[in-house]
Structure formats: structure tokens, C-alpha cells
């Protein structure tokens, strides 16, 4: 190494530079992309029947269908899982008060999955009585 100083000098910009640059790198995970399909995942106050969740996810079903960018919905209501089983949040979502959907979207839509999604989960709040949370999440394409 006959230009120790020189060599030193660019290692010590490029390092600056890379750090200067960072901010604009893109943060995600996983890059958003616009999928055919989502899941999502209600869960009913805790006491509720397991008659009165599946008549609410029959509603969100119906909710489901009534938007034009939806082709079909998938429903499983009252599953159960393992007496520890939590998610993140600290909360069960398996029960006779809970259920999980799959949605399948439309090729041809007018709207992008966050759109329906969004407009989907304000109306359930609006609508369904005892709802307690609803969350979805995007499945990636395949």
C-alpha cells in the first residue's frame, strides 16, 4: 500500500457518504405489492356465542360480497387453538368469539387491496355490534 493516506481518505468518504444516503434508503421488509388475496380476523367481545360470531361473520361475509372488487370470501368461525396461542398484541384470536377469513379479490378492480381493505374494516366497525378488534393482512403474490 504505497498511498496509505489516499486509500484512507476514500474508505473514510465512502463510509460519510453511505451514511449521508441512508435516510432515502427504503425502510420495508418486504416491498407493498397489490396482491389477489388478504386474510382477515375478527374477534367478538369476550363472552359472545358462538351463534351471535357466526351471524356477525355471516354480516361481514355479506359486507364482503357487496363490494364490487370481491370475488369470493372464505370464512372459519369458532376455531380453536393451543390454550396458549397468542399473537403479538397479547391477545387470543381463537375462540367460539372469534373467525378467519380469506378474500379473494377480482382481477380487473377499480381499487387497490389497501382501498377495499380499509373500506371494508371501517364499515365492520360501523356495523357489527360487540365487535371488538378485526386486523388483516396482505398474503404476498405467488
Known amino acids: 500500500m504505497n498511498h496509505r493516506e489516499i486509500t484512507l481518505a476514500i474508505a473514510a468518504a465512502s463510509i460519510v457518504l453511505a451514511i449521508a444516503l441512508y435516510p432515502f434508503v427504503p425502510q420495508a421488509m418486504m416491498p407493498l405489492g397489490d396482491s389477489g388475496q388478504f386474510m382477515a380476523s375478527l374477534e367478538m367481545e369476550p363472552g359472545t356465542s358462538f351463534t351471535k360470531t357466526d351471524e356477525s361473520v355471516y354480516q361481514l361475509e355479506q359486507l364482503l360480497l357487496a363490494q364490487p372488487d370481491i370475488a369470493k370470501v372464505s370464512s372459519q368461525t369458532g376455531f380453536g ?12 384470536m381463537g375462540s367460539v368469539n372469534s373467525a378467519s377469513l380469506i378474500v379473494t379479490l377480482e382481477d380487473q378492480r377499480q381499487r387497490d387491496i389497501w382501498e377495499i381493505m380499509d373500506s371494508v374494516e371501517a364499515e365492520a366497525r360501523r356495523t357489527l355490534p360487540g365487535l371488538r378488534r378485526i386486523s388483516n393482512c396482505k398474503f404476498k403474490n405467488s
Open 81 to 92: 387453538l393451543t390454550r396458549n396461542s397468542t399473537y403479538f398484541s397479547g391477545y387470543s
